[in-house]
């Protein structure tokens, strides 16, 4: 019996699909492995966040032993990430891991502006330690109105050189709400393509991370991330 063959973007499709959290709540196909009608879609705002998975390019790189048929290719993806203007999603469970170092006051928060911190987990005297209310804060730095860094009072530190993992809850928005979503995808895609799309495509790079001028007509803001895989005769595998 033949089976069906499945191309690379619906590798990368179904990967992501099972993988990634959809802050919209859905439980509809919001990734899609073409790019559909942009503007019938925007008909319906329940489809966004919208992800599109695109192969743009494949090329040979060489062939596989001497008098052997198979080819080692390199195909570049184009993953966009599109989200609605004033679309604003609360998302929790939201952390960022840091080394402690004494002779640092200030740890940025890469991604803001956060609402609260949850919780602060890390380790001092050598054992696990939930840190109380008491024993950090939140910081504008730049005194923009929104919180930037977190920082210990000095109550009770981490141990040095040991990591500690702030969980937050964070609010996500417009343009930085498609961008967080392209962080989450390349993240998933760095963490899980040994074991998720070898032996079919391997040896993953990031190419780009991109922010797109914002689309007036449409209301869409998207952040473009462009990888590229290697695979043997990409696309003919089952």
Not at 8 to 22: C, Q
Not at 73 to 79: A, G, K, L, Q, R
Not at 86 to 103: A, C, Q, R, V
């Amino acid at each position: 019996m033949q089976t069906k063959k499945i191309s690379p973007e619906d590798r990368i499709v179904g990967l992501l699909s099972k993988s990634l959290t959809d802050y919209a709540g859905r439980g509809s196909q919001w990734i899609f492995p073409f790019r559909p009608n942009i503007k019938d879609i925007m008909a319906h705002p329940d489809k966004f966040p919208l992800v599109v998975v695109e192969a743009k390019s494949m090329n040979t790189v060489r062939q596989v032993g001497i008098g052997e048929p198979d080819l080692e290719e390199t195909i570049n993806f184009f993953i966009d990430v599109y989200t609605r203007a004033k679309e604003i999603f609360t998302i929790d469970n939201y952390t960022f891991t840091y080394l402690y170092n004494p002779g640092t006051s200030l740890y940025s928060l890469e991604t803001i502006p956060i609402s609260k911190i949850q919780s602060i987990t890390g380790v001092v005297n050598g054992e696990p330690y939930m840190f109380l209310t008491s024993d950090y804060m939140l910081v504008d730095s730049d005194s923009d109105g929104y919180y930037d860094h977190v920082a210990f009072t000095g109550n009770t530190i981490p141990d040095v050189e040991s990591l500690f993992v702030v969980n937050s809850t964070y609010v996500a928005s417009e343009g930085e709400l498609a961008r967080i979503i392209a962080q989450d995808i390349a993240d998933c895609l760095r963490d899980r393509w040994m074991t998720d799309l070898v032996p079919y495509l391997f040896d993953f790079k990031k190419i780009g991370f991109t922010p797109v001028p914002f689309e007036m007509e449409m209301g869409l803001y998207r952040h473009e991330l462009q990888v590229s895989f290697t695979g043997i005769n990409i696309g003919d595998r089952t």
